[in-house]
């Protein structure tokens, strides 16, 4: 299986964006799948992950992002709202399969004015 990526792209303060993520074969909605991101000099971060419709996110961005999956399409996406600088970074998407982690190519967020 193999993830792709897309959305990111520069925003102002305050703006929205949405990332996708699909799956290239069937994941099932019981494999865990999420969204991680790396700033600049910083380590990267689990930023949420949905399973069999149970979902975390990391406390920075509770409230303003959501993270939804469709089953039919092996779709991931993050619905980032209200976003500020320090959400800017490379976000990438995961997929835990047989326990061992799969990754998406990593797709740029730039909240920049």
């Known amino acids: 299986v193999q993830l792709q990526a897309s959305g990111g792209g520069l925003v102002q303060p305050g703006g929205s964006l949405r990332l996708s993520c699909a799956a290239s074969?069937?994941?099932?909605?019981?494999?865990?799948m999420g969204w991680h991101r790396q700033a600049p000099g910083k380590q990267r971060e689990l930023v949420a992950r949905i399973t069999s419709g149970s979902t975390t996110y990391v406390d920075s961005v509770k409230g303003r992002f959501t993270i939804s999956r469709d089953n039919a399409q092996n779709t991931v996406y993050l619905a980032m709202n209200s976003l500020i600088p320090e959400d800017t970074g490379v976000y990438y998407c995961?997929?835990?399969?047989?326990?061992?982690?799969?990754w998406g190519q990593g797709t740029l967020v730039t909240v920049s004015s």
């Open positions: 074969g069937t994941i099932s909605s019981r494999n865990v």
């Open positions: 995961y997929a835990l399969i047989a326990g061992y982690p799969t």
